[in-house]
């Protein structure tokens, strides 16, 4: 056996060496790091335009200020700033990536592609695009009265402001899009409102990176009930009743005949009733409500099968029907001519603390 | 006088030392010993009875002599130093120039049993061992009654005895590891120990370890679970503490008394003490690194909060950090110091400094404040002081290597002192193992 | 002494630490569709190959490799250790190098590479100094502490999968099994070659159940398919294929709203990290074990001087290519100690009991 005399001395040295060794790069403290949370991207002819939000660690309340510069490339412009500021840009925290709308709309692959690359931002980063131009937003983000410094952060944070009828998407979703034959993604688009601080204006379709159409609210959730996300999503059915939903399941048929591809899709809603307006039955309620969700995802399909964008990703349960060289044309040679056939199946669950009319 | 041919020289000078004359039976008898050892009229009654339950006329004078103690055979001045130095007398029967070792009625200069002073039992025997070994083997044989426990005693020491003595139990104790403790020992009687640093030696054990390898109690209860886990007890005299050997790793985690409560409440305590162990030697470390390296791994609004709390901080985390460190540990140095009465004095100013002033003053984050109260408080649920020292210890090891290393220096660390900790081995049985009766290990 | 719980840990640990990094970026690689055929084939060699070689060293009561295969001369012991020597020397120089440039690329952008490979390597050597039986009892105590933190993160990774990207199970190129050819999944092989050496290193210290060790070799399995297939259903294979290290980016995704930490995908790799420091400390354990076959010199020296010249020669590395061409040039050497040394015991031993009897 390998014995040695005296480990404690030899530990001791070591860490003497160690700590004589790696003293001498730098690691800066939190509070010499500047951390933004949120970054603002727009492209105006090659040029990058950035705005970082930055809480402003100084006083008792949270306070923040609103950097910005422009440059050839991301990373460039990062450098810039943090030459400019008394502290080091950290951009490891950074909570929302809002990308202008124009920008958004000539394509976002290599920002995407090269903020997965640099570790320096998390993949976890929400990804909004800004519907006015990033100068007004952030100007309006900067009022006195705003100065919550995380309120966009929480806009999207599902323990927080987050709704079904906004979209959720991150960095590592986009790239997942970008790259994937059969996935596409969805990216809620925000402007400023003077009383609540944020507006939400539905969601963009993005088509590998780059903008191509845009939706509803009503639409999103529309989404993220085929998504399986739509839990507390509320519709407003009609003019009788106001609905909450408490659960959905889904399940898909595909069956692949030639080149035809066929869908069938089951959507089963678990809802509760919240509001009525005049004393609408339950049942007429429940069938009002099928043909609403008919009638407006048959519509959100068309349009999508339109734009060639597989937000839904319906392509996903092909994967066994078509081969993997055939897959990769999903988008433009399968998923415009799938004939899609919509069920849904609504439950009333309760009708809240009042009875209601069963027919 | 004859007497004084034998008295060595020192000896009279001493104005503790006495020479008391007086008569037993027809013969007269010179007694000596140290007045501050002797009970001298108690001693001096019961001579007397024993003198008239024989007299010099029923029996020879040989007899009556012994009937007192031991003769000293060729008694020079070195027995005569040594056997009134133990405490006992000598009578001296000058008629036939004879020295006998008489046992006296000592005076009590050991205090009577107590409740324990260091270690708390909330349920449990709460009498603790005192400084008189007889009386500590006494009451270890009162809760290990049986008839497998063997007493071994030595007298060490070169010029001046000291008793040890060695309890284990024949039908549990490891006999290689009976053999090495006793071998050790053996070898080594002409050693002088007064201390436990000094036993450590004699026993073997390496100068520079930053684990005390006998775990020492102050309770018989828990002298007797170490007996009957086939651990060796080491009884030192005027030591009034039970060194149990090998110390184990889970010793820090159990004690005898958990078993006074329900199982499943015994199993909580002892994972309790294990987070809390954990606790103490991560979560300074564990700031440093979160604060200073890696911030990402923080949660934005924590570290916000962080930032914000020490904007005006003018040192890094980790000297922030081993300041305040270094005065909670000057503090708990200092408690143990102060008398009883001066002690709350102590908590207050250390309350004060560590509390909201220092924070205000902007020497520390208010979050390190939390942090340290928290170590502090974690760094005591392990079982015996001696280890919880040990535990003081690495946790600066980590701390430096997270403020080189961040999270990762903070892992490594953990490797080091889990490597360090199973590389230390007493007796041939590791530190780490749950140690099973005879030769029955597992760890 | 019976220490097969102790022997499972290193076991497990030492192979876990090797997983989740290069692994899953070989696999992906090797094939698009049925990425479970190729970690099936790659772990089913893996067990024929641990069985054999225990089988083996079973023939040496009391032995171990060096010992062993000593006993049919010291000619052809020096012939067939040499090879593995030189293997265990690449080994250690591809795990420090790799591994620090993996957290430099990871964790710590800004500490310098020769930071962090003077730390890997100075506890690995402070370990290995330290002998065997130490580095077991290691063992457990790591597996105690930081397995259940890695149960935890592991069974959150699932937060994001889409199971339909499992599908297709099978492809026709795939059944073919033309990737046992590829480049990849020869380099995958690193992950189950790696650790098993040391189960014949061991027996004079102290007995294992080898049939204990087979067993829990049933616990890897779950994980190499993990390590491959978390990663895939959560991005797809298009997109997995573009990450360097696609099991790092999967964690990352993971977000745990109730928790204290952004990112406890850290947590998670570092733990891994720390495997592999305990992987390295017993590979060069078995280094010095070799050495002193021919060289008697006392640990004490041989392996710091050993940890330096490991460090000088990682120090000489400039870029991650060499890195993956001194892992490729490995694979022979792998091939070697996985066909010949198993085989090269049972053949050694079966003449050794012959002569006994």
Not at chain 2, 237 to 251: I, K, N, T
């Amino acid at each position: 056996m390998l014995r040695f005399g005296k480990p404690a001395i030899r530990a001791a040295a070591m860490l003497i060496l160690a700590a004589l060794l790696s003293g001498c790069w730098d690691t800066k403290d939190i509070n010499h790091r500047v951390l933004p949370v949120v970054m603002g991207l727009s492209k105006v002819d090659g040029n990058y335009n950035m705005f970082l939000q930055i809480p402003e660690p100084t006083s008792d309340d949270s306070k923040m200020r609103i950097v910005s510069d422009s440059g050839e490339t991301v990373s460039d412009i990062v450098d810039k700033i943090s030459m400019n500021l008394e502290s080091q840009i950290d951009l490891l925290h950074l909570k929302v990536l809002l990308i202008d709308r124009k920008y958004a709309e000539e394509g976002i692959n290599d920002s995407i592609t090269s903020f997965i690359r640099a570790q320096d931002i998390s993949p976890k980063t929400m990804v909004v695009i800004c519907d006015e131009p990033l100068d007004r937003f952030f100007d309006a983000m900067s009022k006195p009265d705003n100065q919550e410094s995380t309120t966009l952060v929480h806009f999207f944070e599902k323990n927080a402001g987050w709704n079904p009828q906004v979209a959720q998407t991150r960095i590592w979703q986009m790239f997942r899009s970008i790259h994937s034959y059969t996935n596409d993604t969805m990216v809620p688009i925000i402007r400023s409102d003077d009383s609540t601080v944020i507006q939400s204006r539905g969601s963009a379709i993005i088509r590998n990176g780059r903008m191509v159409d845009r939706i509803t609210p009503d639409d999103t959730l529309m989404i993220n009930i085929f998504n399986g996300h739509s839990a507390q999503g509320k519709i407003e059915v009609m003019d009788h009743a106001n609905v909450e939903i408490v659960s959905n399941a889904i399940s898909h048929k595909s069956r692949v005949a030639g080149n035809q591809t066929f869908l069938e899709c089951h959507v089963r809603l678990k809802v509760t009733i919240l509001e009525t307006k005049g004393e609408p039955s339950v049942a007429q309620v429940k069938w009002e409500l099928e043909d609403l969700l008919r009638k407006r995802s048959e519509a959100l399909l068309a349009k999508l099968q339109k734009r060639k964008a597989d937000i839904v990703a319906f392509g996903q349960h092909f994967r066994t029907k078509i081969p993997r060289d055939q897959l990769a044309k999903w988008r433009t040679d399968y998923f415009p001519y799938t004939d899609i056939n919509l069920q849904f199946q609504v439950i009333v669950q309760n009708e809240g603390n009042l009875k209601m009319r069963k027919h | 006088m004859l007497l004084d041919r034998y008295i060595p020289p020192p000896l009279k000078e001493d104005s503790d030392f006495f020479i008391r004359k007086t008569r037993l039976s027809q013969l007269s008898v010179n007694i000596i010993g140290y007045t501050s050892l002797i009970d001298l009229p108690r001693t001096l009654e019961l001579l007397h009875k024993q003198a008239e339950s024989g007299t010099v006329a029923d029996l020879n004078a040989e007899a009556f002599m012994e009937s007192f103690g031991k003769p000293v055979k060729a008694p020079d001045e070195s027995t005569i130093m040594t056997t009134v130095t133990r405490g006992d007398i000598l009578l001296y029967f000058s008629e036939h120039d004879a020295f006998i070792s008489v046992t006296p009625v000592p005076k009590v200069l050991t205090r009577s049993i107590e409740a324990p002073t260091t270690e708390n039992v909330l349920r449990g025997a709460i009498s603790s061992l005192v400084e008189d070994i007889e009386t500590n083997i006494g009451m270890i044989k009162k809760h290990a009654a049986t008839q497998q426990l063997r007493v071994k005693s030595y007298s060490i020491g070169d010029r001046e005895g000291k008793r040890l003595s060695l309890l284990y139990r024949e039908d549990k104790l490891d006999l290689a590891l009976l053999r090495a403790i006793t071998g050790k020992i053996e070898s080594r009687l002409d050693w002088d120990v007064k201390n436990l640093q000094q036993l450590s030696d004699m026993l073997g054990f390496s100068r520079w370890s930053f684990v005390t390898r006998f775990n020492s109690t102050e309770l018989p209860q828990e002298a007797e679970r170490g007996l009957s886990q086939g651990k060796a007890i080491l009884l030192l005299d005027r030591m009034p503490f039970a060194l149990v050997v090998p110390s184990l790793l889970w010793d820090l985690f159990a004690v005898d008394n958990d078993h006074n409560f329900p199982v499943l409440l015994m199993y909580l305590v002892r994972l309790l003490r294990i987070v809390g162990v954990l606790t103490n030697m991560i979560v300074p470390g564990l700031y440093v690194a979160l604060v200073s390296v890696n911030p990402d791994v923080l949660r934005i609004e924590l570290a916000l909060s962080i930032a914000r709390s020490r904007v005006d901080v003018p040192y890094p985390a980790i000297v922030e950090t081993l300041l305040l460190l270094i005065i909670l540990e000057l503090i708990l140095e200092a408690s143990i110091r102060l008398p009883k009465s001066i002690g709350p004095t102590l908590t207050m100013v250390g309350g004060i400094i560590l509390g909201q002033a220092v924070v205000s003053a902007k020497l520390v984050s208010n979050l390190l404040i939390i942090i340290l109260a928290a170590t502090t408080i974690s760094s005591s649920t392990v079982v015996g002081f001696q280890n919880s020292i040990s535990i003081r210890v690495f946790k600066y090891l980590i701390l430096l290597l997270s403020a080189f290393y961040g999270v990762l220096g903070l892992l490594s660390g953990l490797v080091i002192i889990c490597a360090y900790l199973a590389s230390i081995t007493s007796f041939g049985i590791p530190y780490l193992h749950f140690y099973k009766p005879k030769g029955d290990s597992r760890g | 002494m019976d220490k097969t719980l102790q022997t499972v840990s290193l076991y497990l640990l030492s192979h876990m630490g090797l997983i989740f990094f290069l692994y899953p970026t070989d696999i992906i690689e090797s094939v698009n569709i049925g990425h479970w055929l190729p970690i099936l084939t790659g772990f089913a060699i893996h067990l024929a190959v641990i069985a054999m070689y225990m089988k083996g060293m079973s023939y040496f009561p009391r032995m171990d490799l060096v010992d062993g295969l000593r006993t049919a001369g010291n000619a052809v012991a020096i012939v067939l250790l040499l090879p593995v020597a030189a293997y265990l020397v690449m080994i250690c120089v591809i795990t420090i190098r790799a591994y620090s440039e993996v957290v430099t690329i990871v964790f710590l952008s800004s500490t310098p590479l020769w930071a962090i490979m003077a730390l890997l390597l100075s506890i690995s050597t402070y370990v290995a100094m330290l002998g065997i039986e130490a580095i077991f009892r290691t063992a457990l105590l790591l597996f105690v502490l930081f397995i259940p933190l890695t149960v935890f993160i592991l069974s959150y990774a699932f937060q994001n999968v889409d199971w339909l990207y499992a599908l297709p199970v099978m492809d026709t190129h795939t059944a073919t099994f033309a990737f046992v050819q590829e480049r990849s999944f020869l380099l995958s092989l690193f992950a189950f070659s790696g650790g098993f050496l040391f189960l014949g290193f061991v027996q004079p210290h102290f007995r294992y159940k080898s049939r204990s060790i087979l067993w829990s070799s049933l616990i890897l399995l779950p994980l190499f398919l993990l390590s491959v297939y978390l990663p895939v259903l959560t991005f797809g294979q298009n997109t997995a294929e573009k990450f360097q290290f696609p099991f790092i980016m999967t964690v990352d995704t993971i977000s745990i709203d109730w928790l204290m930490f952004d990112r406890i995908s850290m947590f998670f790799l570092l733990s891994m990290i720390t495997f592999v420091i305990l992987f390295l400390a017993t590979v060069m354990w078995k280094l010095i074990r070799i050495i002193r076959f021919k060289w008697n010199a006392k640990p004490a020296v041989l392996i710091p001087a050993l940890s330096v010249a490991l460090f000088v020669t990682c120090m000489n590395i400039p870029d991650w290519k060499h890195v993956s061409d001194l892992l490729w040039w490995n694979t022979f050497f792998r091939i070697y100690v996985m066909v010949i040394i198993p085989a090269a015991t049972i053949v050694i031993g079966v003449r050794y009991r012959k002569r006994r009897v």
